[in-house]
């Protein structure tokens, strides 16, 4: 069964920190995954799309980098505001059920001021 | 581009009693699909789209129906409403999932009582 995994299920970091998130998918042979972000109460807003054949895409304080063979993802955020605060999901799209997207289960993030 | 547009954003309903959850997009995306996001679960596809008069099976499509005739709209509907599909429904768009980015509607807050 192919699924996505998100570890850890929270984090609570001090401002100015830089951090990771780790997503982790089952099954190497994929589209493309793609970063969410989602404010409590809202929808989800995409971050960061990353397609097979990318090593990592960038978008001012975030990175995110993908690694097929061994089905990781890390979402990178450079020195952490308040303003990031907030849940973060991966979702994959694989080759033998690209119309089937999987989330994974986020991870909420917690800056301290 | 007014982008994924969804309502009603809130809706209780008592058990048996159906409904209809709108989604429309602007962006004449191929592809769209319907999800639920429920506590500790995630978010789980129902029922998708890659085109008018083209509809299949999500994960968890028992309860609900869709169809799609037109581009622009998706609606979901819930035959008899149970307290299990209490949730916070989203929809979302691409332009083909497999290479695309998906863009997320604001969501319908749902309660079945």
């Known amino acids: 069964k192919q699924e996505v995994t998100q570890i850890p299920a929270a984090l609570s970091v001090p401002e100015g920190e830089n951090l990771v998130l780790n997503c982790s998918f089952t099954d190497s042979a994929i589209y493309n995954l793609q970063w969410f972000r989602q404010d409590p109460g809202k929808g989800l807003t995409s971050l960061l799309l990353?397609?097979?054949?990318?090593r990592e895409q960038t978008s001012g304080r975030l990175n995110a980098s993908l690694d097929k063979s061994s089905g990781r993802s890390t979402l990178y955020i450079a020195a952490s505001q308040p303003g990031d605060s907030a849940t973060y999901l991966c979702a994959v799209a694989f080759v033998t059920s690209y119309d089937k997207v999987i989330f994974g289960p986020g991870t909420s993030l917690s800056v301290i001021p | 581009n007014a982008g994924v547009t969804q309502t009603p954003k809130f809706q209780v309903l008592k058990t048996g009693q159906s409904m209809t959850l709108q989604c429309a997009q602007d962006m004449n995306h191929e592809y769209m699909s319907w999800y639920r996001q429920d506590p500790g679960m995630g978010l789980r596809l129902i029922h998708y789209?890659?085109?008018?008069?083209?509809?299949d099976q999500g994960e968890v499509p028992n309860g609900y129906n869709v169809s799609r005739s037109t581009t622009e709209d998706f609606p979901l509907r819930l035959l008899s409403a149970a307290p299990s599909q209490t949730s916070v429904y989203f929809c979302a768009s691409a332009r083909l999932v497999s290479y695309n980015e998906q863009f997320f509607g604001p969501g319908t807050r749902l309660t079945v009582l």
């Open positions: 789209s890659v085109g008018a008069g083209i509809t």
């Open positions: 990353i397609q097979s054949s990318q």
